[in-house]
């Protein structure tokens, strides 16, 4: 144990070096030393013990929306310098920062259309996955973020989205232009692109809905404008601001997933032989990835009460950041938390978040990973890191875990 100054948030973020190169190192020291740990510069309740995390993200009392923040914090200012109180909450905002009732109420009809689009999507996915795969080349080094990991999930969601061929490039610059609002430190250039693209979508978002509306075809806007007719209550500005949601959300997570799984099953080659002796074990690989080397770092919650988390008082209107990367390997749940084991002991990890806000896209998420990686080593049976020695290539972006390159050769 350190007796350094504990970690503020910023440190807790990939522009930070030390925990670019091993985020680790810091998360397991802040759990031993403050587990529940109340930041000076956000004011936010920093949690990093499994058990703290899973009961507050579990806990549906919890307030999600940053409004209810405590005055003159970050987190409140910074959904402040876009409030307009006389814009309904549920047309400024997605699900994602919304409570209820306006969260359960477009959470409800979303996730049944999403859920039942997904259940039935395998032949697709696999379909992308396998256009994604012509185009890697087998006699040069290549950047398997670029060609495999960045392309399947925009193609995916373009598809359940039900986008129209001669729209996918445009639809591809937009999606990734909006991924650009993940980042709170985007320069003014980077802002301009994620601007014009978030109005570009818009527009494409409520010209479909229309169109669907007096044409239904095969695809998820058509499953929402059905479901609106029959009653769900949803506004069309809803429907586009939470179908942008799954872009935001869930592009560039899933990205991730696929790029970080085939980084450590590389790096393990004992993972790996199991994987393919056992095809069986490709959920658990991928559960085991979540856990291990999960997207996203955190998520957020804020005391609708006063309560206590393990002995710190926390007053209604503080913020509590949840480190889902910290829970997912605390010694306490994880027998051996830092080794990569497929096999290990199924105990749920907290990737997704949990309780009423758990992420929409998981199984989504899932399915293209478990299709991506058994047909990527397929394709590719000697597949290897272009250059075993060199450092990996962390994205800075905070709260989030990505490569920003993964140079491979197919052997
Ligand atoms: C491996 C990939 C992904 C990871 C690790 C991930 C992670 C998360 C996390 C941690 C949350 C917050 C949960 C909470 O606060 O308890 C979340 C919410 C959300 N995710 Fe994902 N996500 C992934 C993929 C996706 C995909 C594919 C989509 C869309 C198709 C998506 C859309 C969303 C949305 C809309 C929410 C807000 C849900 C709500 O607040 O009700 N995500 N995700």
Redo the contacts with the bound molecule.
Sequence with gaps: MSDAPLPTIIQLTPLDPTYRADPHAVLDDLRARCPVRHDPTSGAFVLSRYADVRAV?SDRDLW?DALNAEEGTQARKRVEENYDPSVPRAEST???TLDDPD?ARI?QPLSQA?YARVAKFRPEVERIVDEALDRLPSDRPFDLMDLFCVPI?IDV?ASILGVDHDRLKEFREWSEGTILGLNPFRTPAQTEVMERCGAALAAYFLETIAARRAEPRDDLISDMVRLQAQGAPLTDTELRI?LG??LV??NL??TD?IGNAVRLLLLNPGELAKLQADPSLINAAVEEV?RFE???DV?GRIASSDTEIGGCPIKTHQSITTF?RAANRDPEVFDDPHSFNITRKHKPHV????????????P??RLEAQVALPRLFARFPNLKLADPDAEPQWRTLPFFRGLERLDLVAG
Excluded: D, Q
Aim: include cysteine; glycine fraction near 18%.
């Design positions: 993200v999600r997605s699900i994602l969260h959470r999403l999930p969601i939470n949601a799954l959300g869930g997570t899933t997933l979540l999960g997207p996203v998520t889902l990737a997704f978040g949990g309780g009423a806000h758990i992420c929409i896209g998981a989504l998420a």
